[in-house]
């Protein structure tokens, strides 16, 4: 399979097929004859992952874990129904992204606003619920086991309050979802990759992210595996430029000026310039027509996420003292 990249300790990376190529990565954590899945994908990706499986020599009923680090759908659309193809497969979440799990009504609700019915349907098919006894709370410094191999919940909001990253002991490393940023492999130079912070919609939490990232630091990974997308190294200069992005955008956001499409229109162009300016001092390999193609449907969620951090933010400050 051209479609799977594999790395040290057991670890591959799956494209998901979601969006273009090289956007979205599921990872396949191997241990022996026993396998963890790390983000599902969507439904569309289900069936690439039983066939990476089997050119693993990974049983489906040897699965012990699907693991989500949240519920964003192009992470977690896709876990009802390949828990259906893992018979002993347990799913992990974070207890925020419980309930949307066991139904996800609410959880398809708030994708047709972001996206709207037809497009979030294209996009994603229907949603199936996991049975509840098949599910397992992902709790901050919960230890669960592939094989003899520990893998470890951090509770890392900032990104959304129902994310987790999971440290690898035996890589020394972390899958990370959202909570480190997204690197898209088009812009590395000579294997140097980038970084930048990735908000959402409706949960976005500036100062939540930097302690998230903070935390992760602390453990001195040796690789960060993000879904968007799959092994950064040189970790430390990743997470300084995160912490000065993160910065940056909320100045962007603190900016604008108005409100509803007015203000967000401001902030898009306010995150296009940031975006200029961050490809002209880290040389990325693409040009700037190009690069601000590649992330345009990020710079649309990520002004969307300032502009409800900055709602949030203005009506604590009108409560009373």
């Known amino acids: 399979m051209n479609e799977l990249i594999s790395y040290p300790d057991g670890i591959h990376a799956l494209e998901s097929g ?47 874990w699907v693991i989500l680090t949240h519920v964003h759908l192009d992470h977690a659309g896709g876990a009802g129904s390949l828990m259906c193809a893992l018979p002993a497969a347990r799913l992990l979440v974070h207890p925020r992204g419980l309930r949307h799990m066991i139904d996800p009504t609410r959880l398809w609700e708030g994708t047709v606003a972001v996206y709207g019915p037809e497009r979030a349907y294209e996009l994603y098919g229907l949603l199936v619920p996991v049975p509840p006894e098949r599910i397992v709370p992902a709790t901050d410094g919960l230890d669960v086991l592939l094989g003899e191999r520990r893998l470890r919940v951090f509770d890392t909001p900032g990104h959304a309050r129902h994310h987790i990253c999971l440290w690898d002991d035996r890589a020394r490393a972390f899958f990370t979802g959202d909570a480190f940023g997204l690197s898209y492999r088009e812009f590395d130079v000579d294997g140097r990759a980038f970084a930048l912070p990735t908000s959402t919609p409706t949960q976005f939490d500036p100062e939540a992210m930097h302690d998230s990232i903070d935390r992760m630091l602390a453990m001195q990974p ?49 995150l296009e310039q940031v975006l200029r300016e961050e490809a002209a001092r880290q040389n990325w390999a693409l040009d700037e027509e190009q690069t601000l193609e590649l992330l345009r449907m990020d710079i649309d969620l990520n002004a969307q996420g300032l502009g409800v951090w900055l709602d949030s933010q203005r009506a604590v400050e009108m409560q009373p003292a």
Do not use: F
């Open 18 to 64: 979601y969006g273009r190529p090289l956007l979205a990565a599921i990872h396949i954590v191997v241990e022996g004859d026993r396998a963890a899945i790390v983000d599902t994908g969507t439904n569309d990706s289900v069936p690439r992952v039983l066939t990476a499986l089997a050119a693993l020599g990974i049983a489906p009923e040897n699965v012990d």
């Open 222 to 270: 040796q690789a960060m595996y993000l879904t968007h997308y799959s092994r950064v190294t040189d970790v430390p200069r990743l997470g300084s430029d995160l912490h000065r992005l993160i910065d940056t955008m909320v100045a962007v956001a603190r900016a604008a000026r108005g409100d509803g499409v007015t203000r967000h229109v401001e902030i898009v162009a306010g």
